[in-house]
C-alpha cells in the first residue's frame, strides 16, 4: 500500500502504571463473568469469515458514497472534474480506513495495558478477550487497505487521545478513553458505512467489527459503572473534564485537514466548511449517538458534561437503548452469515448441475 504523507517516527509512549496481581479467583461479578463467555464464543478467523476476493474501487460511489466525502456539496466539490471527484473518493477512503486502522492499533494497546492494570480477575479475563479481537481488526483493517492501495498516518486529534489513553497510569481511565469514547465513537462510525455504503467488503467489515465493539462498550459500561460510585467529588471531577476534552478531539478529528492540503484543495475553505455545513454538523452529531448514553449509564452525568453534550448538539442520545442497539449489531452480524452460506450453497448446486 502506497503512504500518501510521510508517517514519521514511532511514537513511544513513556508509561508509569503499575500490573496489578490478585490472589482472588473466586469474586467475579456475574454479568462480567457473561461477557466474558460470550467473547470466547464470538472469536471469528478475519482470514475465512470475510470474503477477501471481492474487489474493492475506492474511487466508485458505491465504495465511498459522495456523502462521505465531508466537501460534497460545496463550492469546491462543484468545481471539481468527474476525475477529481472520483481522486476525492479515493483518498477519504484511503483516510477513513487508516484512522480505523490507527485507533485499532490503540485499542490493541489498551486492552493489553487493562489485562496488567484493573485489580479484579473478572476484568483481567474480559480483557484478555478484546485483546484478540483488537489484534485482529488491526489485521483486517491492514489487508483492506491493501485492497484500497493508499494509507495517510494518523489524525493528530486521535494522536493526542490515543497518548492520553494510554500514558495515564489509572487503570479506569484508560477503560473511560478507549472502551466507552473512542470504541463508542467507532461503533457510530461503523453503524454508518454499513448502513450507507453499498460495496460488499466494505460493508462485511464494518458489520463483524461491529460485534465486537458493541462487546467493548458493554465492558466498559460494566466496570465503570461498579468503580465510579467510590470516587471522591475530585476524582469524579478529573474523569469528567477528561470526557469533555475527549468529545470536543474526537469531533475535531473529522475535518480531514491532512487531506485537503495533500491533494492541493484549499486547506481552510473545506474545513470552513466541514465545520459548518448542515450535513456534516448532522454526521458529527451522529457519532455521538453510542457515547452519551453510556457516559450517562456509568455516571459522569455532572454539569460541565452536560452542557458540553448541550453545546455540540447530542444531549439528545442520552436515553438510547444501547442494549438494544448491541442486540440489533449481533442480528445484523447474524443476518449476513446467513446470506452469505445461502449464497455459497445456491452456487455449490449450481456447479453440481454443470458438472
Known amino acids: 500500500m502506497r503512504y500518501e504523507l510521510a508517517v514519521g517516527e514511532k511514537l513511544v509512549i513513556p508509561t508509569g502504571y503499575d500490573t496489578v496481581f490478585t490472589w482472588e479467583y473466586d469474586r467475579g461479578r456475574e454479568r462480567l463473568l457473561n461477557l466474558y463467555a460470550k467473547g470466547k ?5 478475519a482470514e475465512f469469515r470475510i470474503d477477501w476476493d ?3 474501487d475506492p474511487s466508485n460511489p458505491e465504495h465511498t458514497p459522495d456523502p462521505l466525502v465531508p466537501i460534497y456539496g460545496s463550492s469546491i466539490w462543484e468545481r471539481a472534474t468527474a476525475e477529481e471527484k472520483a481522486e476525492l473518493r479515493w483518498h477519504m477512503a484511503a483516510w477513513l ?6 485507533g485499532e492499533q490503540g485499542a490493541l494497546f489498551a486492552a493489553a495495558k487493562i489485562v496488567q492494570v484493573v485489580p479484579d ?3 483481567k479475563l474480559y480483557a484478555a478477550t478484546q485483546v484478540v479481537d483488537e489484534a ?3 489485521e483486517v483493517y491492514t489487508k483492506y487497505l491493501g485492497k484500497i492501495g493508499k494509507a495517510y498516518p494518523v489524525n493528530p486529534h486521535l494522536k493526542v487521545l490515543l497518548d492520553e ?3 495515564t497510569p489509572k487503570w479506569d481511565m484508560t477503560c473511560l478513553g478507549m472502551q466507552i469514547m473512542v470504541e463508542g465513537l467507532a461503533l457510530a462510525a461503523f453503524s454508518i458505512l454499513r448502513d450507507l455504503i453499498q460495496e460488499p467488503l466494505g460493508k462485511q467489515i464494518a458489520t463483524y467489527v461491529m460485534e465486537d465493539e458493541a462487546r467493548h462498550v458493554a465492558f466498559g459500561r460494566l466496570a465503570l459503572r461498579d ?3 467510590e470516587l471522591s467529588e475530585a476524582e469524579r471531577a478529573e474523569r469528567e473534564e477528561f470526557v469533555v476534552e475527549a468529545a470536543y478531539l474526537m469531533r475535531d478529528r473529522f475535518t480531514a485537514e491532512e487531506v485537503w492540503e495533500h491533494v492541493g484543495v484549499d486547506a481552510k475553505e473545506a474545513v470552513d466548511y466541514t465545520l459548518n455545513s448542515t450535513m456534516m454538523r448532522e454526521f458529527r452529531k451522529v457519532l455521538f449517538s453510542r457515547i452519551v448514553p453510556a457516559v450517562k449509564d456509568i455516571g459522569l452525568w455532572g454539569e460541565r458534561v452536560r452542557r458540553a453534550f448541550e453545546e455540540m448538539g447530542v444531549i439528545q442520545f442520552a436515553e438510547g437503548d444501547l442494549e438494544a442497539l448491541s442486540a440489533r449489531d449481533e442480528e445484523i452480524a447474524a443476518e449476513l452469515d446467513r446470506a452469505k452460506a445461502e449464497t455459497r450453497k445456491v452456487m455449490s448446486m449450481g456447479e453440481g448441475g454443470r458438472s
Open 121 to 123: 480477575v473478572d476484568l
Open 227 to 229: 468503580y465510579y460510585p
Open 54 to 56: 471481492i474487489p474493492v
Open 41 to 45: 464464543q464470538k472469536q471469528w478467523d
Open 136 to 138: 485482529r481488526h488491526v
Open 97 to 102: 480506513n487508516s484512522q480505523f486502522l490507527h
Open 165 to 167: 489513553v494510554v500514558r
